[in-house]
């Protein structure tokens, strides 16, 4: 069971902080420290070679993808027409996990009401007070994962940053050290 649990959580392996994060995280409540760290060393090699085939299908898929204005996978989660793991919602924004998540903690806010900001580059002075929004739920959502003293937000804009859905959405990342340059 540990092996499984490990190789579906690949991220945490190489944090530092994977064994605080892991020890608050309900699925590893039966597991002990020495048991969950000796699962998570023979995984390391998977990790780097899974995370270069996830950057280059991203980098596919961002320039498949194209911004036509029509509905995203993101109104069928709005409408809660396809299930997501919601950790925040109020009547204009709402966050929840992304579902190839980047590090422990990545969580994707969008804007309940698109209004033609399919991207950051499409941004006008309208957009003013929800582009606040999103950014003051990114506080609250880093607040509510623990990850308050150290996290990044992150807007992809256009197929170069690899965006893939053209509906604007920040990633809230966190939960280990994290790099820079980013890209």
């Known amino acids: 069971m540990a092996a499984a649990l490990a190789s579906s959580l690949s991220l945490l392996r190489t944090s530092r902080l994977a064994l605080p994060y892991a020890t608050r995280c309900n699925a590893f409540s039966r597991l002990s420290l020495g048991s ?3 699962s998570f060393a ?3 090699p998977q990790r780097f070679v899974r995370h270069i085939t996830a950057s280059s299908n991203e980098e596919a898929a961002a320039k498949a993808a194209v911004d036509t204005g029509g509905p995203t996978i993101f109104d069928k989660i709005i409408a809660k027409e396809i299930p997501s793991d919601i950790v925040y919602e109020d009547d204009k924004v709402l966050a929840f996990r992304d579902i190839n998540p980047q590090a422990p ?3 994707l806010i969008i804007p ?3 209004d033609g900001l399919t991207q950051l580059s499409k941004a006008e002075a309208r957009h003013g007070e929800i582009l606040g929004q999103l950014l003051y739920a990114s506080k609250i959502v880093a607040e509510k994962e623990g990850i308050a003293e150290g996290f990044r937000v992150v807007i992809n804009n256009g197929p170069d940053a690899c ?3 053209y509906h604007l959405h920040l990633h809230v990342i966190g939960g280990r050290q994290l790099k820079w340059p980013p890209g």
């Open 42 to 44: 023979p995984l390391r």
């Open 105 to 107: 903690v990545h969580i």
């Open 112 to 114: 309940k009401l698109r």
């Open 36 to 38: 969950l760290a000796a």
């Open 163 to 165: 965006q893939s859905v």
